[in-house]
């Protein structure tokens, strides 16, 4: 580019930065200021309070001031939050103000205008002129759809079209520019290039700089209930996500709070490798979570649910034991929306008969039986739906436990526990005696008060009643505590048999047709029953059954739904049951949602196709209120490794590399572990020599993780990192890691430790294998102590090469 362009644009970046500078040191004052003054009117604002209640005028009064203050800190406090802010949004544009520059002619106008892009805007103090454009607005996305030429945007007044006569991107670091590029229709994307040229990182990072146009069409998506992505790996979904939340959090920052935003995402060491894209761009993280965390919380801790690691490890490693093609079935089954539509049957069922309760106990004996709960609930007004039932039957409970306790005072033990009841326990039973007492002379002066009023004597009976009951008042309270914890479960639903209730369907085939209407059962049917029944037994679940017993436990007890979350987002979609997707539309009913996934990396049995007339995903809100947005260009790896990754699928040739060359995958055959754990050591030390510090010798599952781990450190490796499903944060360095722990993260280098036909040969091993591989940005290394896997045998010869020895 021309020197003199050069010249013009650092001139004009040292401009802005000085506009930056100053507006930064005349709000710092401001800043500082109003931080110390809320500080010290939230210190000050309780000292000065001073209750008067000794009238009911001077009380309201005192009142409505403590709400008028508070009120007034409030507002303080937003200004000041407001006033923050936009100070750290302009320190943040400080070293590097802009990214990208497009002129922009529109139809009708004279003049082309010059939009610089950053990550917020900044307007020149006449407060009308953007020296920078916050790459969420309206105009920004020019920049990201169009090269130059005929171009148009969508603003809240229609659709503006012109022409963009220059597209230029700069990289800025401590306000000087570094590189700039003009792009026209054959170049391409420079700045995309150079970007994906460097390391992998402990962190994911933005990529506002280089987003693409059908990234971008993810981002700003602001029609449908429903969007779903499906991506190839490394083609950005999750950095689309990302980038998502936070033009949602930009363009409706008067109605979304971040904390109305919640990701599901794989796992928690995941959750950390994301957690820094939001804040790098100005934005408060959404909340973060796991299906698995919800299920734990919502299960309680009674029941102990398998997670979905412990599952696939079984699925990977117990081929060939007994009950093994049962519980596979049975996973398929119960994962399934036919079986979501048999409990819903089963929920019918329930309503008519067949509903199992707990007796409930107290000092070794039954105080209301289950039959009576039973008889109780079908005899309310049947055309009320079953959880209502319950919820009168819980209330039924709560007054029968109530009448209960007042028969209980006169039980011989009673009277035995007062006998025996130490200093402590006397004093408290004391306090709230007093306290009761307190109450009792405060109804006094109102009885009185209203005595003189009317002209009517009652006689002085108070303190005689008073002493009298204070016997009757300890017995009382020793009734009422030990009654306790029995009001408490009623509450919880304790009394509610749902063990029972979900084991019960697991009988023979035909009480399940009976109870759910189900008419296809699947195969090997007594065998998922007995291992289900087994578990539970235990108070154990297995992760298949613990979305389905949730579900059956809300048909009983009511449905729990969040109406504060406005986004739900899932990130690989593809893992999720057509099951779980129903459970989350039902828990978010004011929520849109936006799942991302792959479905060549499904590696979970019940994984859930993302497109095509059968996706659970489409008919979940509908084809009308759904989207669907396919990305396949992958960026993560360069081409050869992409071509290499993507002829292992079946559909692969749709996917297409970005254009950044590096070496072909390299196989090596050893003959031996030992063997080829000394080379997988020299290959690593090799790689950490060219510079690459974040390497993945991948496995198939944790158990060849771990010994995989032991091997290499016998042989002398140092420094490496075992990864497990309870890592929980990801830190760059060698790693030992299960593929499934790797999904979504990537590194410069990739060692997939043993490519055999052993550990890669059945279907689902396929995707397994893909998704290890591609988790490679430079380098992919396959080993094999045996033969090659079918899915590297079946791959052309030129997209590798043997390593010889
Ligand atoms: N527009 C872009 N500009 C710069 N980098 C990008 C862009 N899109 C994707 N990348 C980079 O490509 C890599 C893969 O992105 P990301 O992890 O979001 O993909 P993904 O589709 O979620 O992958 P996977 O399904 O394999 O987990 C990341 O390093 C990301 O920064």
């Given amino acids: 580019m021309e020197a003199k362009e050069w010249r013009t644009e650092q001139e004009r970046l040292d401009q802005v930065r000085e506009k930056l500078k100053a507006r930064i040191d005349e709000l710092e004052p401001a800043v500082t200021g109003l931080r110390d003054q809320a500080a010290e009117m939230r210190k000050r604002f309780w000292e000065e309070v001073s209750i008067n209640t000794s009238t009911t005028e001077e009380f309201e009064e005192t009142f409505y001031s403590v709400q008028q203050q508070s009120a007034m800190l409030a507002e303080r406090e937003r200004g000041h939050n407001r006033l923050v802010h936009q100070w750290n949004g302009m320190k943040r544009l400080l070293p590097s103000p802009y990214f990208g520059r497009v002129d922009f002619q529109e139809d009708g106008l004279n003049a082309s205008e010059q939009i610089?892009?950053?990550?917020?805007?900044?307007?020149?103090?006449?407060?009308?002129?953007?020296?920078?454009?916050?790459?969420?607005?309206?105009?920004?996305?020019?920049?990201?759809?169009?090269?130059?030429?005929?171009?148009?945007?969508?603003?809240?007044?229609?659709?503006?079209?012109?022409?963009?006569?220059?597209?230029?991107?700069?990289?800025?670091?401590?306000?000087?520019?570094?590189?700039?590029?003009?792009?026209?229709?054959?170049?391409?994307?420079?700045?995309?290039?150079?970007?994906?040229?460097?390391?992998?990182?402990?962190?994911?990072?933005?990529?506002?700089?280089?987003?693409?146009?059908?990234?971008?069409?993810?981002?700003?998506?602001?029609?449908?209930?429903?969007?779903?992505?499906?991506?190839?790996?490394?083609?950005?979904?999750?950095?689309?996500?990302?980038?998502?939340?936070?033009?949602?959090?930009?363009?409706?920052?008067?109605?979304?709070?971040?904390?109305?935003?919640?990701?599901?995402?794989?796992?928690?060491?995941?959750?950390?490798?994301?957690?820094?894209?939001?804040?790098?761009?100005?934005?408060?993280?959404?909340?973060?979570?796991?299906?698995?965390?919800?299920?734990?919380?919502?299960?309680?801790?009674?029941?102990?649910?398998?997670?979905?690691?412990?599952?696939?490890?079984?699925?990977?490693?117990?081929?060939?034991?007994?009950?093994?093609?049962?519980?596979?079935?049975?996973?398929?089954?119960?994962?399934?929306?036919?079986?979501?539509?048999?409990?819903?049957?089963?929920?019918?069922?329930?309503?008519?008969?067949?509903?199992?309760?707990?007796?409930?106990?107290?000092?070794?004996?039954?105080?209301?039986?289950?039959?009576?709960?039973?008889?109780?609930?079908?005899?309310?007004?049947?055309?009320?739906?079953?959880?209502?039932?319950?919820?009168?039957?819980?209330?039924?409970?709560?007054?029968?436990?109530?009448?209960?306790?007042?028969?209980?005072?006169?039980?011989?033990?009673v009277q035995e526990e007062l006998n025996y009841l130490d200093n402590d326990q006397y004093a408290e039973v004391f306090d709230k005696l007093h306290k009761e007492r307190e109450l009792l002379d405060l109804s006094e002066q109102y009885a009185m008060a209203r005595e003189v009023m009317n002209n009517k004597r009652r006689g002085d009976e108070s303190d005689v009643y008073f002493a009298q009951r204070e016997e009757e008042l300890i017995l009382r309270s020793i009734v009422k505590k030990s009654f306790k914890p029995l009001r408490k479960s009623v509450k919880k639903f304790s009394f509610v048999d749902v063990n029972g209730i979900y084991g019960q369907l697991f009988g023979d085939e035909a009480s399940y047709r009976e109870k759910t209407n189900e008419n296809v059962i699947p195969p090997h049917w007594a065998e998922i029953c007995r291992q289900t029944k087994d578990m539970l037994s235990r108070n154990e679940l297995f992760h298949e059954d613990a979305t389905p017993y949730l579900f059956v436990k809300e048909l009983v007890e009511g449905v729990r739904t969040n109406t504060e979350i406005r986004h739900v987002f899932v990130d690989e979609g593809q893992d999720y049951s057509a099951f779980q997707y129903e459970y989350i539309k039902k828990l978010f009913p004011r929520a849109r949602m936006t799942v991302l996934g792959d479905f060549g990396q499904a590696i979970f049995t019940q994984a859930t196709k993302l497109q095509g007339a059968d996706s659970p995903l489409v008919r979940l809100y509908g084809e009308a209120e759904t989207s669907l947005i396919r990305l396949v260009r992958s960026y993560r790896s360069t081409r050869e490794i992409v071509e290499f990754t993507k002829s292992m699928l079946p559909d692969g040739e749709e996917i297409v590399p970005f254009e950044r060359g590096g070496q072909k995958p390299l196989l090596t055959r050893l003959d031996g572990g030992e063997k080829r754990d000394a080379q997988i050591l020299a290959d690593i030390a090799a790689l950490r020599a060219e510079g690459f510090d974040s390497i993945a010798v991948i496995t198939k599952t944790a158990a060849e993780?771990?010994?995989?781990?032991?091997?290499?450190?016998?042989?002398?490796?140092?420094?490496?990192?075992?990864?497990?499903?309870?890592?929980?944060?990801?830190?760059?360095?060698?790693?030992?890691?299960?593929?499934?722990?790797?999904?979504?993260?990537?590194?410069?280098?990739?060692?997939?430790?043993?490519?055999?036909?052993?550990?890669?040969?059945?279907?689902?091993?396929?995707?397994?294998?893909?998704?290890?591989?591609?988790?490679?940005?430079?380098?992919?290394?396959?080993?094999?102590?045996?033969?090659?896997?079918?899915?590297?045998?079946?791959?052309?010869?030129?997209?590798?090469?043997?390593?010889?020895?």
């Fill in 116 to 413: 610089y892009i950053g990550v917020s805007s900044f307007v020149d103090n006449d407060g009308l002129n953007f020296l920078i454009y916050d790459w969420r607005s309206p105009i920004a996305s020019l920049y990201y759809d169009y090269p130059p030429g005929r171009a148009s945007y969508d603003t809240p007044a229609g659709r503006i079209e012109g022409t963009m006569t220059l597209k230029r991107q700069f990289q800025i670091q401590n306000g000087q520019i570094r590189t700039m590029f003009d792009a026209s229709e054959t170049i391409g994307d420079e700045l995309l290039q150079q970007v994906l040229g460097k390391d992998a990182d402990s962190q994911m990072k933005s990529i506002v700089a280089t987003i693409q146009k059908e990234q971008n069409a993810i981002i700003r998506n602001d029609k449908s209930r429903m969007l779903i992505v499906q991506g190839a790996a490394g083609s950005g979904k999750t950095s689309a996500a990302l980038q998502r939340v936070a033009y949602l959090l930009y363009k409706h920052r008067q109605t979304i709070r971040a904390d109305q935003i919640v990701l599901f995402s794989p796992n928690s060491m995941f959750g950390s490798y994301i957690s820094t894209v939001l804040p790098e761009l100005g934005e408060e993280n959404m909340q973060q979570t796991t299906f698995q965390e919800y299920l734990d919380y919502w299960l309680g801790p009674s029941l102990r649910p398998e997670d979905p690691f412990d599952q696939i490890e079984y699925v990977l490693t117990a081929q060939g034991t007994p009950g093994y093609e049962a519980r596979l079935q049975g996973i398929a089954y119960k994962t399934s929306d036919t079986f979501l539509k048999a409990l819903q049957n089963y929920g019918k069922w329930l309503g008519r008969e067949g509903m199992r309760f707990k007796d409930i106990w107290f000092r070794n004996r039954v105080l209301i039986t289950a039959e009576r709960m039973s008889a109780k609930m079908y005899d309310f007004d049947s055309s009320m739906p079953l959880f209502s039932r319950v919820a009168l039957l819980q209330e039924w409970l709560l007054n029968e436990l109530a009448s209960l306790e007042r028969e209980e005072r006169e039980a011989s033990w």
């Fill in 705 to 805: 993780s771990q010994e995989a781990y032991e091997s290499l450190r016998i042989q002398g490796g140092v420094g490496l990192q075992r990864i497990t499903k309870e890592t929980l944060a990801f830190e760059k360095g060698v790693m030992v890691v299960p593929v499934y722990l790797a999904k979504g993260l990537e590194f410069d280098a990739v060692l997939i430790y043993e490519a055999s036909p052993q550990a890669y040969s059945r279907e689902n091993e396929r995707k397994l294998l893909y998704t290890a591989c591609t988790r490679a940005m430079h380098r992919l290394r396959l080993y094999t102590t045996g033969d090659w896997s079918p899915f590297v045998q079946a791959l052309p010869a030129n997209l590798y090469e043997k390593a010889i020895y």
